[in-house]
């Protein structure tokens, strides 16, 4: 995401600071989102892929042995397929200079790829990552994930609110608004449908990942990503932004990560104890 959406509100009672954009490449860091009610887990790396900082990541997925990624801002918007095996690109479609790209999904054989205020859907085939129809939708796009189970997409604005869409017409048939403790989790970004049923988000300008329950909205874990950040040097974290792209190694309890302009992908795992050597 590159600016804040207008409807999107502040959850001031559950995240005490704020990290602008800019300042993501500083020392500054936001506190992480505690609560009471849900376990706190932390990113345990497990392996690092360095990689070209070239990616604004907004969509991260991993469908069979190929990872997907759109990336954002006008005029340098792109999609791109690469290898998970040896993480070399195999193809890249740029979009249209007037389109800001936002979140990807594989949904059997159709590559979607959302837009953030351009109100378009494009339909792509996974395989050449060539475009074969547009549909339109109201509202901002930042996040797109696909339910397998339930045959659907889910997708996120900015706000609290997660919409679940019709994979074949991209029609709106339901929503659910996420909640921790009650409040409403505002800034949910990038998305991952898990195999686990649960949706991972990240919060837009923190280094928070929660994992929420489709059913109901709740927030069921709050998992802390900066042991990730930590890991970087100064000169590698110099021209990152914030934390940003996240996609299951499916099978696995494995997931990776990554952040906007990062030099770095990591696979992790998530857990209740921080390894040794990180904080």
Same mark, same amino acid.
């Given at each position: 995401?590159?600016?804040?959406?207008?409807?999107?509100?502040?959850?001031?009672?559950?995240?005490?600071?704020? #990290?602008?954009? =800019?300042?993501? !490449? +500083?020392?500054?860091?936001?506190?992480?989102? @505690? %609560?009471?009610? /849900?376990?706190?887990?932390?990113?345990?790396?497990?392996?690092?892929?360095?990689?070209?900082?070239?990616?604004?990541?907004?969509?991260?997925?991993?469908?069979?042995?190929?990872?997907?990624?759109?990336?954002?801002?006008?005029?340098?918007?792109?999609?791109?397929?690469?290898?998970?095996?040896?993480?070399?690109?195999?193809?890249?479609?740029?979009?249209?200079?007037?389109?800001?790209?936002?979140?990807?999904?594989?949904?059997?054989?159709?590559?979607?790829?959302?837009?953030?205020?351009?109100?378009?859907?494009?339909?792509?085939?996974?395989?050449?990552?060539?475009?074969?129809?547009?549909?339109?939708?109201?509202?901002?796009?930042?996040?797109?994930?696909?339910?397998?189970?339930?045959?659907? #997409?889910?997708? =996120?604005?900015? !706000? +609290?609110?997660?919409?679940?869409?019709?994979? @074949? %017409?991209?029609? /709106?048939?339901?929503?659910?608004?996420?909640?921790?403790?009650?409040?409403?989790?505002?800034?949910?970004?990038?998305?991952?449908?898990?195999?686990?049923?649960?949706?991972?988000?990240?919060?837009?300008?923190?280094?928070?990942?929660?994992?929420?329950?489709?059913?109901?909205?709740?927030?069921?874990?709050?998992?802390?990503?900066?042991?990730?950040?930590?890991?970087?040097?100064?000169?590698?974290?110099?021209?990152?932004?914030?934390?940003?792209?996240?996609?299951?190694?499916?099978?696995?309890?494995?997931?990776?990560?990554?952040?906007?302009?990062?030099?770095?992908?990591?696979?992790?795992?998530?857990?209740?104890?921080?390894?040794?050597?990180?904080?």
């Amino acid at each position: 995401m590159g600016a804040m959406t207008a409807s999107a509100r502040t959850y001031a009672a559950i995240v005490t600071s704020l #990290l602008a954009v =800019s300042a993501c !490449s +500083s020392s500054t860091q936001p506190a992480p989102v @505690t %609560s009471d009610s /849900v376990p706190a887990l932390t990113t345990e790396i497990v392996r690092e892929y360095d990689r070209g900082d070239d990616a604004f990541t907004q969509g991260f997925e991993i469908d069979g042995d190929v990872l997907y990624e759109g990336t954002g801002l006008e005029g340098s918007s792109f999609v791109r397929r690469t290898s998970l095996e040896t993480m070399t690109e195999l193809d890249r479609v740029d979009l249209p200079t007037d389109l800001f790209g936002e979140g990807i999904t594989v949904d059997g054989d159709t590559l979607w790829q959302i837009t953030w205020q351009d109100g378009v859907a494009i339909a792509r085939d996974p395989n050449t990552l060539a475009e074969r129809r547009r549909v339109n939708y109201d509202g901002e796009g930042w996040g797109l994930c696909t339910q397998t189970p339930d045959d659907r #997409l889910v997708m =996120s604005d900015g !706000s +609290s609110t997660l919409t679940f869409r019709d994979p @074949t %017409s991209f029609d /709106v048939e339901s929503t659910v608004n996420v909640t921790l403790d009650g409040n409403p989790v505002e800034r949910l970004n990038e998305l991952e449908c898990a195999d686990d049923g649960s949706v991972y988000a990240n919060v837009w300008q923190t280094f928070d990942i929660m994992r929420i329950d489709p059913a109901t909205g709740t927030v069921t874990a709050v998992i802390d990503g900066t042991p990730l950040w930590n890991s970087m040097s100064a000169t590698e974290r110099g021209g990152a932004d914030v934390f940003n792209g996240i996609a299951q190694i499916p099978g696995t309890d494995r997931f990776l990560v990554t952040g906007k302009y990062w030099p770095k992908i990591f696979e992790v795992r998530f857990t209740d104890t921080a390894p040794v050597g990180q904080n």
